[in-house]
């Protein structure tokens, strides 16, 4: 796919033609635009040819809600976030807490560094779970890829989890091509993700030639997941029952540097710079990608006043237990990391563990009718 | 001012002109090239082959499916429209949607006037099958917009409940909606919102932009049933042909409420002539004039709308190729839709049945909306006809059922005459 000769096409027309109508939207590209921007980026593409027009249009047909903010553009490939810089730097800055153009950021994927974790109480924690996305360089991002080019990314993904042994022994089922039976299974597992049906998704062009190339690949334990060709080339997920996060850390960093090192080898190792860490399709998720969390049980807790303000001050955030926009059922909630970029792996999940096992001893004190009041963390 | 049309051609490079008239006006004239028009081939990003890029048809069933081979797709995976319009482009939404075992979509989309000549390979066999054999490299499309030649066409109020034409039609030098930038889409709206505030006296009426609209003015469109929203079907969606929404998408109706224009829909402009009651003689022949008066005001000021002897009158599916029309009848036929030969009666008629809310729904208690089959290969007049003959043998078969008489099946009608 080109937009090469269409973009040259759309530069005879002058520029207050082609700018949107933005008057109505309220995401963070909609906030960053402006006609100057666009003025200087629009006859812009990267070598593969994607286009500031590509970039936004998600933001263009997606004006967003007043009260959720979402970023409203999408990268092609890794050098979009350099090609449109003077629109993905301000974004980034919005949606990452003011981080600069000039800043960097930290990897840590080294789970030891990680202090305890491994005793979050399972008569609330239910479950723990820890989810990143990985870009394999010399490809181009969902957006953007052409049919040859997911497939590709298919393909190599498939031979590098092949590749896994021991605990990560396991299995890939293509989207285009399962049993009826596996289907279910992977349904009742709670595995199996279907095209997407978000405008935020579509409207990007991500659900393009679904289900071709796309797959789920997870260990014969159901502890390690990859999504294959979804949102992102890779979705990795480490998860299992109960509240030892840091057994489920550590399984994550160990099969992610194992999957790498195959990348590598044929080289093609993951999208990642020293400024935005690891590059995935939405600006939201750069630096870790990572979102690490628990499903915990907190009746009491979330229906206290200072809720929302305790998950602020320990950087965390909450979610229904059916993930991004659904609603909390039974008092128990998702909680993870509000944070992406900006702060390491390692950062991240330990203010997960040290913030869930805060919260969980709060909802102790509340079941026995005492106050919580000097528990109140100050802001991390 | 008057368009500038002129042609540049320099060996296989590619064919057209922009030139920039007046204060905010902007006119582009095209000639078609009728050499395949292999544009920019450089920029065609291609890392893998063709058979890597081949999507996987497998478990597809619409017209596109069925006809691109990995030697087509082979053949044309690397050519361009002028514009730059690609076959992953046309075929995305029916890569998307691998249809249904029972309806046959069409599959592919057109993202601008010349894609049916650049991809003609593809079209053709597509076009062909889906107008029932009309072939466009041989056969040409009778235009006929003279309603005087209309016979009859007064039905009989006791059965057929309201009367409807619809057509849509492209201006000629601006890319459709699968592929228009935000620039031509507003040149697409003030080309056309200029003309029809030209029209005069029955057909005098008002713009309704779907972005500026007022909440009483869309209370008011929607108890018309004249609103249109932004499209939910996948069909159009993957397409491409809801981008931007709402920017640049109205509707406009004359004061009587009885022609109206959706504006950059699913093609450049729908028109539509409808009213109450039986009198389609008198839809069809505001039709008529509600849009030759149009293309003589669109003319004015340079401009034409796309149209060429084989294909007749060019949009964005190529379904709604000829003449783009459906005229169609709301009507009741409790005794002739419960009798087991109502389908094949309809088939013989070259009519088919829709419930009474359009496309894919159901009928109403026995309220069908019954209208043309085919689009290509008749002209406009002959169409219409075959309505009004067609839904007049329908209301003889319910009387006669209704007296307890025996109905026939008519013998088939031809199709191209």
């Given at each position: 796919?080109?937009k090469?000769?269409?973009n040259?096409?759309?530069?005879?027309?002058?520029l207050?033609?082609?700018?949107?109508?933005?008057?109505?939207?309220?995401?963070?590209?909609?906030?960053?635009?402006?006609?100057?921007?666009?003025?200087?980026?629009?006859?812009?593409?990267?070598?593969?040819g994607?286009?500031?027009?590509?970039?936004?249009?998600?933001?263009?047909?997606?004006?967003?809600?007043?009260?959720?903010?979402?970023?409203?553009?999408?990268?092609?490939?890794?050098?979009?976030?350099?090609?449109?810089?003077?629109?993905?730097?301000?974004?980034i800055?919005?949606?990452?807490?003011?981080?600069?153009?000039?800043?960097?950021?930290?990897?840590?994927?080294?789970?030891?560094?990680?202090?305890?974790?491994?005793?979050?109480?399972?008569?609330?924690?239910?479950s723990?779970?820890?989810?990143?996305?990985?870009?394999?360089?010399?490809?181009?991002?969902?957006?953007?890829?052409?049919?040859?080019?997911?497939?590709?990314?298919?393909?190599?993904?498939?031979?590098?989890?092949?590749?896994?042994?021991?605990?990560?022994?396991?299995?890939?089922?293509?989207?285009?091509?399962?049993?009826?039976?596996?289907?279910?299974?992977?349904?009742?597992?709670?595995?199996?993700?279907?095209k997407?049906?978000?405008?935020?998704?579509?409207?990007?062009?991500?659900?393009r030639?679904?289900?071709?190339?796309?797959?789920?690949?997870?260990?014969?334990?159901?502890?390690?997941?990859?999504?294959?060709?979804e949102?992102?080339?890779?979705?990795?997920?480490s998860?299992?029952?109960?509240?030892?996060?840091?057994?489920?850390?550590?399984?994550?960093?160990?099969?992610?540097?194992?999957?790498?090192?195959?990348?590598?080898?044929?080289?093609?190792?993951?999208?990642?710079?020293?400024?935005?860490?690891?590059?995935?399709?939405?600006?939201?998720?750069?630096?870790?990608?990572?979102?690490?969390?628990?499903?915990?049980?907190?009746?009491?807790?979330?229906?206290?006043?200072?809720?929302?303000?305790?998950?602020?001050?320990?950087?965390?955030?909450?979610?229904?237990?059916?993930?991004?926009?659904?609603?909390?059922?039974?008092?128990v909630?998702?909680?993870?990391?509000?944070?992406?970029?900006?702060?390491?792996?390692?950062?991240?999940v330990?203010?997960?563990?040290?913030?869930?096992?805060?919260?969980?001893?709060?909802?102790?004190?509340?079941?026995?009718?005492?106050?919580?009041?000097?528990?109140?963390?100050?802001?991390? | 001012?008057?368009?500038?049309?002129?042609?540049?051609?320099?060996?296989?490079?590619?064919?057209?002109?922009?030139?920039?008239?007046?204060?905010?006006?902007?006119?582009?004239?095209?000639?078609?090239?009728?050499?395949?028009?292999?544009?920019?081939?450089?920029?065609?990003?291609?890392?893998?082959?063709?058979s890597?890029?081949?999507?996987?048809?497998?478990?597809?069933?619409?017209?596109?499916?069925?006809?691109?081979?990995?030697a087509?797709?082979?053949?044309?995976?690397?050519?361009?429209?002028?514009?730059?319009?690609?076959?992953?482009?046309?075929?995305?939404?029916?890569?998307?949607?691998?249809?249904?075992?029972?309806?046959?979509?069409?599959?592919?989309?057109?993202?601008?006037?010349?894609?049916?000549?650049?991809?003609?390979?593809?079209?053709?066999?597509?076009?062909?099958?889906?107008?029932?054999?009309?072939?466009?490299?041989?056969?040409?499309?009778?235009?006929?917009?003279?309603?005087?030649?209309?016979?009859?066409?007064l039905?009989?109020?006791?059965?057929?409940?309201?009367?409807?034409?619809r057509t849509?039609?492209?201006?000629?030098?601006?890319?459709?909606?699968?592929?228009?930038?935000?620039?031509?889409?507003?040149?697409?709206?003030?080309?056309?919102?200029?003309?029809?505030?030209?029209?005069?006296?029955?057909?005098?009426?008002?713009?309704?932009?779907?972005?500026?609209?007022t909440?009483?003015?869309?209370?008011?469109?929607?108890?018309?049933?004249f609103?249109?929203?932004?499209?939910v079907?996948p069909?159009?969606?993957?397409?491409?042909?809801?981008?931007?929404?709402?920017?640049?998408?109205?509707?406009?109706?004359?004061?009587?409420?009885?022609?109206?224009?959706?504006?950059?829909?699913?093609?450049?402009?729908?028109?539509?002539?409808?009213?109450?009651?039986?009198?389609?003689?008198?839809?069809?022949?505001?039709?008529?004039?509600?849009?030759?008066?149009?293309?003589r005001?669109?003319?004015?000021?340079?401009?034409?709308?796309?149209?060429?002897?084989?294909?007749?009158?060019?949009?964005?599916?190529?379904?709604n190729?000829?003449?783009?029309?459906?005229?169609?009848?709301?009507v009741?036929?409790?005794?002739?839709?419960?009798?087991?030969?109502?389908?094949?009666?309809?088939?013989?008629?070259?009519?088919?049945?829709?419930?009474?809310?359009?496309?894919?729904?159901?009928?109403?208690?026995?309220?069908?909306?019954?209208?043309?089959?085919?689009?290509?290969g008749?002209?406009?007049?002959?169409?219409?006809?075959?309505?009004?003959?067609?839904?007049?043998?329908?209301v003889?078969?319910?009387?006669?059922?209704?007296?307890?008489?025996?109905?026939?099946?008519?013998?088939?009608?031809?199709?191209?005459?």
């Amino acid at each position: 796919m080109t937009k090469n000769c269409h973009n040259d096409y759309k530069m005879k027309f002058p520029l207050d033609e082609e700018y949107p109508d933005l008057s109505l939207h309220n995401n963070h590209m909609s906030k960053v635009l402006t006609k100057d921007i666009y003025t200087k980026l629009r006859g812009k593409s990267t070598p593969s040819g994607f286009t500031l027009d590509d970039c936004i249009q998600t933001g263009v047909d997606n004006p967003g809600h007043p009260f959720i903010m979402t970023v409203g553009c999408v990268a092609g490939d890794e050098e979009s976030y350099e090609v449109f810089k003077e629109l993905f730097d301000p974004v980034i800055s919005d949606r990452h807490g003011g981080y600069k153009p000039t800043d960097k950021h930290l990897t840590d994927l080294n789970w030891e560094n990680l202090k305890g974790g491994d005793d979050l109480d399972p008569n609330y924690v239910l479950s723990s779970r820890v989810r990143t996305g990985r870009s394999i360089k010399g490809f181009t991002l969902p957006p953007h890829n052409s049919r040859g080019e997911r497939r590709a990314v298919e393909k190599l993904s498939i031979e590098a989890l092949n590749s896994l042994a021991g605990e990560f022994k396991g299995k890939y089922y293509p989207l285009k091509d399962m049993t009826d039976k596996e289907q279910e299974q992977l349904i009742a597992d709670h595995f199996l993700f279907d095209k997407p049906v978000s405008p935020l998704l579509l409207a990007a062009g991500m659900a393009r030639d679904w289900p071709d190339a796309r797959g789920i690949w997870h260990n014969d334990n159901k502890t390690f997941l990859v999504w294959v060709n979804e949102e992102d080339h890779l979705r990795v997920i480490s998860m299992q029952k109960g509240g030892n996060m840091k057994e489920v850390f550590k399984r994550f960093c160990t099969g992610l540097q194992m999957i790498e090192e195959v990348f590598k080898k044929h080289n093609h190792g993951f999208m990642w710079n020293e400024h935005l860490g690891f590059i995935l399709t939405c600006p939201s998720n750069l630096g870790t990608g990572l979102r690490g969390g628990v499903h915990v049980k907190l009746p009491k807790l979330s229906t206290h006043p200072k809720f929302e303000e305790i998950l602020t001050r320990l950087r965390l955030q909450k979610r229904g237990t059916g993930g991004v926009d659904t609603a909390s059922v039974g008092g128990v909630f998702d909680i993870s990391n509000a944070d992406r970029l900006g702060s390491s792996e390692v950062q991240q999940v330990q203010l997960v563990v040290d913030g869930v096992k805060l919260m969980v001893e709060m909802e102790k004190k509340l079941e026995k009718n005492e106050s919580i009041d000097g528990m109140i963390p100050a802001q991390k | 001012m008057a368009g500038r049309f002129a042609r540049v051609l320099s060996g296989n490079r590619r064919v057209g002109i922009l030139s920039l008239i007046g204060a905010g006006s902007l006119t582009v004239g095209f000639f078609l090239n009728r050499e395949q028009n292999v544009n920019a081939g450089a920029n065609v990003r291609r890392i893998y082959p063709a058979s890597a890029e081949y999507p996987d048809l497998r478990k597809h069933n619409n017209c596109m499916a069925s006809h691109l081979t990995p030697a087509l797709y082979s053949k044309l995976c690397d050519k361009a429209t002028p514009n730059g319009y690609t076959l992953d482009e046309a075929i995305q939404t029916g890569v998307d949607n691998p249809g249904h075992p029972f309806i046959k979509t069409v599959g592919m989309v057109a993202g601008d006037e010349e894609s049916y000549e650049v991809f003609a390979d593809l079209y053709n066999p597509v076009i062909k099958e889906r107008h029932n054999g009309y072939d466009p490299c041989t056969m040409k499309h009778p235009t006929d917009l003279d309603a005087s030649k209309i016979k009859g066409g007064l039905f009989d109020e006791n059965y057929v409940l309201s009367s409807r034409v619809r057509t849509g039609r492209s201006i000629r030098g601006l890319s459709l909606p699968p592929a228009c930038t935000r620039a031509e889409r507003r040149e697409v709206e003030r080309v056309v919102i200029d003309a029809l505030g030209g029209l005069k006296e029955d057909l005098a009426g008002k713009y309704y932009s779907l972005s500026q609209m007022t909440e009483q003015e869309q209370q008011q469109l929607i108890d018309d049933h004249f609103l249109f929203d932004k499209p939910v079907s996948p069909l159009l969606t993957c397409a491409g042909m809801a981008r931007d929404w709402p920017d640049a998408r109205g509707i406009w109706h004359n004061n009587e409420k009885t022609f109206l224009v959706w504006v950059n829909e699913e093609d450049h402009t729908r028109v539509i002539s409808m009213e109450k009651g039986g009198n389609m003689k008198r839809v069809f022949e505001r039709f008529c004039r509600g849009l030759q008066e149009v293309e003589r005001l669109i003319q004015e000021k340079g401009w034409e709308f796309m149209w060429n002897e084989h294909l007749g009158y060019i949009l964005t599916c190529p379904s709604n190729l000829g003449t783009g029309l459906r005229a169609g009848v709301h009507v009741s036929l409790p005794h002739l839709s419960k009798d087991p030969r109502f389908s094949k009666i309809l088939d013989n008629l070259r009519l088919q049945k829709r419930g009474t809310g359009g496309v894919d729904t159901a009928a109403v208690g026995s309220t069908f909306d019954i209208s043309n089959l085919d689009r290509l290969g008749q002209s406009e007049v002959q169409l219409v006809q075959t309505v009004i003959d067609g839904v007049n043998y329908l209301v003889e078969c319910e009387k006669k059922l209704e007296k307890g008489q025996d109905i026939k099946i008519p013998d088939p009608i031809s199709q191209f005459k």
